[in-house]
C-alpha cells in the first residue's frame, strides 16, 4: 500500500505516494524541517536538502571507517 503526503512550497501544493511503513518514516523526518499546516519557502527546501545531503556524506565517511577497520 501507499500513502499520500502533501506540502505547501511557495504557494503550490505537492503530494507524492510513498510506501507506508516509509511513510512514518518520512513524515517524522519532514516535520522537523517543514511546516505541514502551511506554506514552505523555497530557501526552507534548499537549507533542507542541504542539510539532509550533509547527514548522508557523514553516514558515508562514518561507513567508510567502519569498513576500513575491518579490513584491517
Do not use: P
Not at 25 to 48: A, R, W
Amino acid at each position: 500500500m501507499s500513502r499520500k503526503i502533501g506540502l505547501h512550497i511557495g504557494g503550490r501544493r505537492f503530494d507524492v505516494d510513498v510506501a507506508d511503513d516509509f511513510a512514518k518514516f518520512l513524515e517524522k523526518e519532514m516535520t522537523k524541517d517543514f511546516n505541514f499546516e502551511g506554506n514552505n519557502d523555497i530557501k526552507i527546501v534548499l537549507q533542507s536538502y542541504v542539510r539532509k545531503a550533509h547527514e548522508l556524506y557523514t553516514q558515508e565517511q562514518k561507513i567508510a571507517n567502519i569498513l576500513n577497520t575491518l579490513d584491517n
